[in-house]
């Protein structure tokens, strides 16, 4: 990270990291021609290239390796780090998945989604004029109404977990049939669950078919592929999941449903944005990915956002390409944020989500 993604100006006063367009890469068409692709556009896909899938191999110790150099080589400091904490805010899916929930609860949590940080520490920040917002809220099926009221002319899209999230084990057909169910209630992206025994015992034909069948239902609903990575026994058949669902047309891939016993990770993280890489090489098209899970401290989130500006570029910094599942990582930011403007720590209280 640099001084030129921040700047300062004066005192206390924080500006945010410049929003550096996105430039498309060049993608060839049928003939071998470059063609443009716009950044913001779907990722049509591709056919399935069972020798680029079965190629995929991963070096775990090097990975592992990449990943621990993170947390001591990428820090960042006061003003710089505040600015890094509000850019982290605005790529948050802000998250509620219980059992629980309640048109009530749904409700307060889009109201902190449209208003992240407190206004005071706004204030102090020198940005209260920059209308931070999270990047989206994510609710069930049953949920996407009041979450639909609740952020209306806020632009904040609302995103629903489906295909019988979290483990995706209903019918395909009621599957495909609860896609379409929420597109119709106003979903804007659909996060879905892949089958995980197709990754285990290497049906990548399956996986592809499946992935196809539940992008097509999403219709204008841009789709986030759960590859719920905990379960998928291998970094390898991480990698080579990425690269089926990318190729069936997922516009994001996800690491977790977060109900998993092994959520987000740095090594699986890198191992996904490699897929993502070597996609956007071949094909000129841009994935987008999101970590879910277990990331609920702020320092995970800066080294997360180090890991996507070193191995992706700057335009994984935007939440058209990059997106935390959260429930409770906006908490402690907020609390950092706050002990930067007053130098000290308040109680989690002081910052509710809901």
């Known amino acids: ?28 068409d049928a003939a071998g021609s470059p063609e443009h692709h716009d950044a913001a556009s779907r990722n049509p896909g591709m056919a399935l290239d069972l020798d680029w899938v079965e190629a995929a191999r991963v070096n775990l110790s090097a990975v592992e390796r990449r990943t621990a150099s993170l947390p ?44 992240p940080v ?20 994510c609710v069930y099926h049953e949920m996407i109404e009041p979450a639909r009221r609740a952020l209306e002319g806020s632009h904040i899209p609302v995103a629903a977990v489906s295909t019988g999230f979290p483990a995706g084990l209903s019918p395909l057909d009621l599957r495909i049939r609860e896609i379409e169910r929420s597109v119709e209630a106003g979903a804007d992206e659909i996060d879905i669950v892949i089958s995980r025994r197709h990754v285990l015992t290497g049906n990548w034909q399956a996986l592809y078919d499946e992935m196809k069948a539940f992008r097509a239902a999403c219709g204008p609903a841009h789709v986030k592929a759960i590859l719920a990575t905990g379960e ?31 959520n987000a990770t740095l090594p699986v993280s890198l191992v996904m944005v490699r897929a993502i890489r ?32 070193e ?8 939440p ?26 308040s109680a989690a209280n002081r910052n509710p989500l809901a």
Request: glycine share 12%.
């Open 320 to 345: 058209d390409l990059f997106r935390f599942g959260a429930s409770s990582l906006l908490g402690d930011i907020e609390r950092q944020l706050e002990h930067h403007v007053t130098g000290r720590y």
């Open 72 to 115: 001591n080589r990428r820090s960042v400091k006061k003003d710089y780090q505040a600015a890094w904490l509000l850019k982290a805010i605005s790529c948050m899916d802000l998250t509620t998945l219980s059992g629980d929930d309640t048109p009530g609860r749904v409700h307060r949590l889009c109201e902190k989604a449209k208003r």
């Open 278 to 309: 070597d996609y956007g090489e071949r094909t000129g098209v841009r994935v987008g990915y999101k970590p879910a899970g277990g990331i609920a401290k702020a320092k995970d989130a800066l080294n997360y956002l180090a890991l996507m500006k």
């Open 311 to 318: 191995e992706l570029g700057r335009p994984w910094l935007e």
């Open 1 to 28: 990270m640099t001084a030129t993604d921040t700047a300062t100006g004066g005192p206390g006063r924080i500006v945010q990291l410049a929003r550096q367009p996105a430039t498309a890469p060049v993608a060839m």
């Open 118 to 137: 407190r206004a005071d520490i706004l204030e102090a920040l020198g940005v209260a004029d920059l209308g931070i917002t999270v990047g989206a809220v």
């Open 232 to 262: 998928l026994g291998t970094l390898r058949n991480v990698a080579r999941a990425s690269l089926v669902c990318m190729m069936a047309g997922a516009d994001f891939i996800k690491t977790s449903t977060g109900k998993e016993g092994v």
